[in-house]
């Protein structure tokens, strides 16, 4: 079973996050960020991926530490879930509608984290959610997880859609770039033997 679990303790968050890549879609998500909440129950169903994410963070100051280290600790529960990488996919891209936001993801397992983001929202916030936080979460999950993430919104006039597209245009891309390969036999997709 490729699944794994963290805590993560610091002055400002405590955070439990658990994780099943061979999961059914099943989220039990608790981060005192509503908005947060939803995208992270979005990415467990999408992605099949059974997720628990808790976490009781310093929201009397923002929601930011608790998005950013909710991202953190779930990226590293995916790279210590994924071990060794052995027969994975590792690339997938998806192109992800939501109403009328489209938005293209791109992720390669690599083991070299990095993000491009290119997506622009016309409000500051969804409800109480600052929209820069999606951002954030995305960076925080995508260098922990040590994979290359591309976000690119090609259009959209809805902070919520726009948003849930990231999101879901994640979970698939996910999905399809854990999916074991059989022709892989097993191995290690990287002419180096290792990612």
């Known amino acids: 079973m490729r699944a794994a679990s963290i805590d993560r303790r610091t002055a400002e968050t405590d955070v439990h996050v658990a994780v099943n890549l061979d999961g059914t879609g099943r989220a039990t998500i608790a981060t005192g960020v509503g908005f947060l909440d939803h995208m992270l129950e979005l990415l ?17 100051v923002d929601q930011h530490h608790t998005t950013e280290d909710a991202g953190i600790a779930l990226g590293q529960a995916f790279a210590r879930a994924l071990a060794d990488k052995s027969g994975i996919a590792r690339y997938a891209d998806i192109h992800l509608p939501m109403d009328e936001a489209l938005t293209r993801v791109a992720v390669d397992i690599s083991g070299r984290p990095f993000l491009v983001f290119r ?19 995305l960076q925080a999950f995508a260098m922990n997880a040590g994979i290359t993430l591309h976000v690119e919104t090609l259009y959209g006039d809805n902070a919520h859609h726009i948003a849930e597209s990231c999101f879901k245009g994640l979970a698939r891309a996910l999905r399809q770039a854990v999916a074991v390969d059989p022709r892989e036999g097993g191995r290690v997709p990287s002419t180096k033997g290792s990612l």
Do not use: N, P
């Open 119 to 137: 997506t622009a929202f016309k409000v500051e916030k969804i409800g109480q959610f600052d929209t820069e936080l999606v951002r954030e979460w």
């Open 44 to 60: 467990a169903r999408h992605a099949l991926f059974d997720i628990e994410v808790s976490v009781t963070g310093d929201l009397h």
